[in-house]
């Protein structure tokens, strides 16, 4: 049975330059089957090689020995409550040297819409007004205040805030009306070289709904600056070759023979 997610609803103001204060998350791009998605490390940043249509997990694990607060943000939107994203946001609480899946944005507490890569006018960011700035995945972490020994106050009740069944219902109908008028342009206007295509942004979709359940929990930060910051960039793998950071293929440097018989043979 995966492990039930705990949400932290509590909000504060965030100063604009976090604190690095050491390693206390990782974050991993993993594919169904759990395997790590491949990646480069360049300038000091992280970049994953995914492809259109690849459904996608983050793999978030606590490193430290006490309870972290995990805001993800996933193309610069928050994966629970769909919000441009911001670390003063909610976001998922991992007891120590936990290791949880987030396997899509957030519906309810009992159910995801799974992630995928995708073209940059599918995606999730894109398709709710705001494609600046796909291609990146963001986790803001927090300490904890060390709890008191009264007991704690009951959980935060969880607010869907207008992005739950009722209104993906809405922008489901939306979208569908704009691929029907899509799918009914020229092919002239469809088509695209293979250039052009991998020089396209990638995005995440908004996938199939899955049982995904989580609980709620009560998180108060240590301070309002992230303790640590992650970031994971991704693209197309010829994208990242293109741009110089993943490294190119290495061909053989074999000078071709003018003459390397002496008779012609007969042809295959």
Known sequence: MPARLSLALAALLVATAPAHAGPLVDVTVVDPAGNAFAQTRFRGDSYVAGEPGAAYTLRVANRSGERVLVVLSV???????GRTASPSQQGYVLAPW?????????????????????????????????PLDVGVIGAAVFR??????????PPV???DRGYGEHGDTAKRAANAGARRERSQAPMAQQSQSSADAAAAPLGTGHG?????????TVFQRASSRPDEIVRVFYDRHESLVARGIWPAPHYSQ???????GSFTPDPW
Do not use: H
């Open 208 to 216: 199939e709904r899955r049982y995904d359940p989580a609980s709620t």
């Open 157 to 159: 009740a969880f607010e």
């Open 75 to 81: 193309d610069g939107v928050n994966v629970i409550n």
């Open 98 to 130: 936990q290791q949880v899946d987030v396997r899509g944005w957030r519906k309810s507490l009992e159910e995801t819409a799974g992630f995928y890569f995708t073209e940059l006018p599918d995606s999730y960011a894109a398709r709710t007004g705001r």
């Open 254 to 260: 074999r000078v071709p023979r003018a003459f390397p």
């Open 144 to 153: 904890e205040v060390p709890p008191p020994s009264i007991t704690a106050s």
